[in-house]
């Protein structure tokens, strides 16, 4: 039975997910601290706001909703924005809303041209990066996962599984070979066609 994963595919039987890559935690400094510095800000008028009465209360509420709405939403994006590698496939996970979710299957023998880049002083120091590669025959398509921490491992580790997966494909292929020399090509084209 196929195994359900949180962002709402299975995966297939003999699946199994070797790395999930999502964007590094510097990637969210800049929201973080805006959440931050409203709950911050929010205590720090806490008396104020509460002199006023029902209007600074209100005030006091509003802001506090909103710290915690960025603070969901940052843990919501973070979570549900993935880059799956896995046995057989990548899988691209792309959360752009609430109710807005694009999953992207790619098959490693259709994946050409993997490479990371790393620019700026934040990427050098935090060592991070984007990573981009493209389908095979399609020049023009260019995937790219952002702010990935160590982008050289994570290059890495995706031509590993390509070749992997691209040597399991051609073993399988030399078996389909052996049992046609086997049988025979008619019979074999007959088992096919079945």
């Not at 008028?45 to 600074?56: D, E, N, S, T």
């Not at 023998?109 to 095979?136: A, P, T, W």
């Not at 023009?140 to 691209?166: D, G």
Request: glycine residues 4%; positive net charge.
């Amino acid at each position: 039975m196929p195994k359900r994963l949180p962002w709402g595919f299975d995966l297939l039987e003999s699946e199994k997910i070797n790395k999930i890559i999502r964007r590094s935690y510097w990637f969210w400094f800049w929201p973080l601290t805006l959440a931050a510095f409203l709950v911050i800000f929010d205590f720090f008028l806490l008396y104020p706001l509460f002199r006023q009465g029902k209007l600074g209360i209100t005030i006091f509420a509003i802001l506090i909703v909103l710290a915690v709405f960025l603070f969901l939403r940052i843990y919501w994006l973070h979570f549900f924005n993935a880059f799956i590698l896995t046995n057989i496939r990548m899988i691209d996970i792309d959360q752009r809303g609430l109710m807005n979710r694009q999953i992207s299957p790619i098959l490693y023998d259709k994946v050409e041209n993997v490479s990371c880049r790393k620019k700026g002083i934040k990427n050098y120091l935090f060592h991070q990066g984007d990573i981009y590669f493209s389908l095979l025959g399609s020049k023009r398509i260019k995937f790219k996962i952002p702010s990935v921490k160590k982008p050289e491992l994570v290059v890495t580790a995706i031509l590993l599984q390509q070749e992997e997966a691209i040597k399991q494909s051609q073993d399988a292929f030399k078996d389909l070979e052996k049992i046609k020399s086997k049988l025979g090509a008619e019979e074999f084209d007959k088992l096919i066609a079945e």
